[in-house]
């Protein structure tokens, strides 16, 4: 049984993509005044595209992000009628802002994480940077429950980098041999699970994906956060 839970918090505790939905949206209510008619929805769409597409090809570095929303919302704009360089650095600003803001968390994520917090030592492990994701937990309500939160931002490296989860561990003063992580990502979460040696890697799989050839093979699989709590029962947990 572990002793020591870490967590990935994009796409694990929150939902990003309705977070990211929801700024998106919140922005569009400041361009009316630079766009001929426009349907936020599809603009939204469009955006999350471009940024998907952009980051699929892309190494996740923390220090592209500023310039990469300004090059992605100067392209949006522009497909949109707006070409004023000022109009996208501002819409760009207000986008960060947002995002500061909005964390959707999962249905079940405050009930279970409340459950888990004092049985276990809890972390949160996340790509993102530092002072955005520990502003999510705080307005999500959710930092009480974490004994420590760990971001690419703070040491330089992101998962599946081992270093991510050893300084976490670190941190905790726990062993990888009593420590399961959590997340989403094959690629990261697993993958970085397995590199630092954790007892287990917990693929979180909410919408039923298959794993290709190639990728990393996780301990377990639940696809939500009802499951985690019911493999941990399985486990003595």
């Known amino acids: 049984m572990p002793t020591t839970l870490l967590f990935d918090l994009d796409n694990t505790l929150w939902d990003d993509d309705a977070s990211l939905e929801q700024c998106v949206l919140r922005v569009c209510e400041g361009l009316v005044t630079h766009l001929p008619p426009f349907d936020a929805l599809t603009l939204t769409r469009d955006y999350v595209r471009r940024s998907d597409d952009y980051w699929r090809s892309k190494r996740w570095d923390i ?10 919302w100067t392209e949006t704009l522009a497909a ?6 000022n109009v996208a650095e501002q819409t760009r600003d207000a986008y960060t802002a947002f995002r500061e803001e909005y964390a959707v968390c999962y249905g079940e994520t405050r009930a279970v994480v409340a459950h888990l917090h004092g049985r276990y030592r809890l972390a949160a492990i996340t790509n993102g940077h530092g002072e955005v994701q520990r502003a ?3 307005r999500a309500g959710l930092d009480p429950y974490f004994d420590a ?13 081992p270093a991510m989860f050893h300084h976490t561990l670190a941190r905790l003063d726990a062993a ?4 399961w992580h959590i997340g989403d990502s094959l690629g990261s979460d697993v993958a970085g699970a397995l590199n630092a040696g954790l007892d287990a890697a917990v693929w979180l799989n909410r919408h039923g994906h298959q794993r290709a050839a190639g ?3 996780p301990h ?7 499951g985690l709590v019911s493999l941990l029962e399985r486990y003595g947990g």
């Open 80 to 85: 949109y009628g707006c070409d004023n360089p």
């Open 136 to 138: 999510r937990l705080r």
């Open 220 to 226: 377990h699989e639940v696809e939500d956060l009802h």
């Open 63 to 72: 220090e592209l992000l500023p310039d990469a929303r300004l090059m992605l």
């Open 215 to 217: 990728d990393a093979e």
């Open 176 to 179: 990888p041999e009593e420590t």
């Open 149 to 161: 939160v760990v971001s690419a931002t703070d040491i330089a490296a992101v998962k599946p980098d």
